[in-house]
């Protein structure tokens, strides 16, 4: 794939299309990855044009589509009840999986929470803007609610609080690269898998039910994952505000849109599009499955002494972006 976006746009051919599980399978998880990136701002010496071109359309349906298919399979029942804020309040108390902010606040080192950042850059340097497609799909109430939690995510305007910014700042504050892409090549499949849900959901009208359960529980559950990592990184030395303005933004910020996106967007949405509630509650269901399989990788990887990064492989899979 990226041998193929680097050439001007044209038919792709028939790429081999990845096997395995695709969950946890780092081509399928690139290859997904490259299809939607090229439709955001794109890389160094690729064309957006690769955004629109039919081919690398029809390969991002089929991936999408196998990905989200395997990632529905075999999913708990929903939880009882009419009241989606609720519901979704269930689904994350009933969540049983590890946490990578826990671990990292009580037993991590300097290499892993730089790990963990390097691990959330795929998706946090251009924070929201999946979403933003997805304002033209809502109507009334929820797009406000959505509409309130983007401006927020871009700063209300002031360039540097808008959150990828922040994210950036961070990353250049511990001497890392603060690229998009930068750090592409040492991703794995269950990392890439978060960032890919999000485009996925992101994508297509239908599933706009599905990306806002899944950005509900995202605000609900992200003022204590970030209290946690502001604290890891303080408890490290790491305490400049150059590093933690952006986890502590977050400790006030997702306070407000938990209760935002729980009820004026997730809650009004259902109650406005009945037929797609269930949906809302499933999509919650997938961001509980993908962030539970990467907290899983992560912890696994630094309670056995390995990196949880992939060894970078080329020098030559230079996919950063050069003008950030
Ligand atoms: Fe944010
Ligand atoms: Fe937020």
Same mark, same amino acid.
């Given at each position: 794939?990226?041998?193929?976006?680097?050439?001007?746009?044209?038919?792709?051919?028939?790429?081999?299309?990845?096997?395995?599980?695709?969950?946890?399978?780092?081509?399928?998880?690139?290859?997904?990855?490259?299809?939607?990136?090229?439709?955001?701002?794109?890389?160094?010496?690729?064309?957006?044009?690769?955004?629109?071109?039919?081919?690398?359309?029809?390969?991002?349906?089929?991936?999408?589509?196998?990905?989200?298919?395997?990632?529905?399979?075999?999913?708990?029942?929903?939880?009882?009840?009419?009241?989606?804020?609720?519901?979704?309040?269930?689904?994350?108390?009933?969540?049983?999986?590890?946490?990578?902010?826990?671990?990292?606040?009580?037993?991590?080192?300097?290499?892993?929470?730089?790990?963990?950042?390097?691990?959330?850059?795929?998706?946090?340097?251009?924070?929201?803007?999946?979403?933003?497609?997805?304002?033209?799909?809502?109507?009334?109430?929820?797009?406000?609610?959505?509409?309130?939690? %983007?401006?927020? *995510?871009?700063?209300?305007? #002031?360039?540097?609080?808008?959150?990828?910014?922040?994210?950036?700042? &961070? +990353? =250049? $504050?511990?001497?890392?690269?603060?690229?998009?892409?930068?750090?592409?090549?040492?991703?794995?499949?269950?990392?890439?898998?978060?960032?890919?849900?999000?485009?996925?959901?992101?994508?297509?009208?239908?599933?706009?039910?599905?990306?806002?359960?899944?950005?509900?529980?995202?605000?609900?559950?992200?003022?204590?994952?970030?209290?946690?990592?502001?604290?890891?990184?303080?408890?490290?030395?790491?305490?400049?505000?150059?590093?933690?303005?952006?986890?502590?933004?977050?400790?006030?910020?997702?306070?407000?849109?938990?209760?935002?996106?729980?009820?004026?967007?997730?809650?009004?949405?259902?109650?406005?599009?009945?037929?797609?509630?269930?949906?809302?509650?499933?999509?919650?269901?997938?961001? %509980?499955?993908? *962030?539970?399989?990467?907290? #899983?990788?992560?912890?696994?990887?630094?309670?056995?002494?390995?990196? &949880? +990064? =992939? $060894?970078?492989?080329?020098?030559?899979?230079?996919?950063?972006?050069?003008?950030?």
């Amino acid at each position: 794939m990226l041998d193929a976006v680097k050439r001007p746009p044209g038919v792709l051919g028939n790429p081999p299309e990845p096997a395995g599980d695709d969950l946890s399978d780092d081509d399928f998880q690139q290859a997904l990855y490259l299809c939607y990136e090229v439709g955001y701002a794109g890389f160094a010496g690729v064309s957006t044009d690769w955004a629109n071109e039919p081919s690398l359309v029809a390969l991002r349906r089929r991936l999408s589509e196998r990905f989200l298919a395997g990632l529905t399979t075999g999913l708990d029942p929903l939880p009882e009840g009419r009241d989606i804020p609720a519901r979704l309040e269930a689904m994350i108390s009933a969540d049983d999986s590890p946490s990578a902010a826990d671990y990292l606040l009580h037993h991590g080192t300097q290499d892993q929470i730089r790990e963990l950042l390097v691990h959330r850059s795929a998706y946090l340097l251009k924070e929201a803007d999946p979403h933003t497609r997805v304002v033209a799909w809502l109507r009334g109430r929820p797009k406000a609610a959505l509409v309130e939690i %983007l401006a927020d *995510e871009y700063g209300g305007g #002031r360039v540097e609080r808008m959150h990828a910014e922040l994210y950036a700042r &961070s +990353l =250049r $504050a511990l001497g890392m690269d603060c690229r998009e892409n930068a750090y592409l090549a040492e991703l794995p499949g269950v990392t890439l898998a978060t960032a890919n849900l999000t485009s996925a959901l992101c994508d297509r009208p239908c599933w706009r039910g599905a990306l806002l359960g899944h950005l509900a529980v995202t605000e609900m559950t992200s003022s204590g994952a970030n209290r946690r990592y502001g604290a890891t990184l303080r408890r490290m030395g790491l305490g400049h505000p150059d590093v933690t303005d952006y986890f502590d933004e977050h400790v006030a910020a997702d306070a407000v849109h938990d209760v935002v996106a729980a009820h004026d967007m997730a809650g009004s949405f259902a109650r406005s599009e009945p037929d797609l509630a269930e949906s809302v509650l499933r999509g919650a269901q997938l961001l %509980l499955r993908v *962030e539970g399989a990467f907290a #899983r990788h992560v912890i696994a990887s630094w309670a056995n002494g390995h990196s &949880s +990064l =992939r $060894a970078r492989s080329s020098p030559a899979a230079d996919t950063s972006r050069t003008d950030s």
